[in-house]
């Protein structure tokens, strides 16, 4: 089973930006450039919900509306690593981040089944 870890995350000011990565770690890191991936988010007291997909070859992405013109995901499969680029942030983006990895492209979007990392923090806030 993969074992993702994301970072990138911290305390930002309304409007500012961040880019969170998730990347695939042990030796079989690299089954990661494989696999289609979500990002997630948990905000306080609500439910985890989705943010972005992005498929394993890269050419197709899912965006949730709440994101959509703010937030980019991309990959770098010589790195193993999938980004999600937060521009613009509001102080509703609070919540702790999770990647996702998935078989298959229509599973990114759940929040159910895949292999998960730890998460990290992002905190929008003046």
């Known amino acids: 089973q993969l074992q993702l870890v994301e970072s990138g995350g911290g305390l930002v000011q309304p409007g500012g930006s961040l880019r969170l990565s998730c990347a695939a770690s042990?030796?079989?890191?690299?089954?990661?450039?494989?696999?289609?991936v979500g990002w997630f988010r948990q905000p306080p007291g609500k439910e985890r919900e989705f943010v972005a997909a992005?498929?394993?070859?890269?050419?197709?992405?899912t965006y949730a509306d709440s994101v959509k013109g703010r937030f980019t995901i991309s990959r770098d499969t010589a790195k193993n690593t999938v980004y999600l680029q937060m521009n613009s942030l509001k102080p509703e983006d609070t919540a702790v981040y999770y990647c996702?990895?998935?078989?298959?492209?229509?599973?990114?979007?759940?929040?159910?089944?895949?292999?998960w990392g730890q998460g990290t923090q992002v905190t929008v806030s003046s």
């Open positions: 042990g030796s079989v890191g690299s089954a990661f450039n494989y696999c289609n």
């Open positions: 992005i498929s394993w070859s890269g050419d197709a992405t």
């Open positions: 996702k990895a998935d078989l298959t492209y229509a599973s990114t979007t759940k929040t159910t089944g895949g292999s």
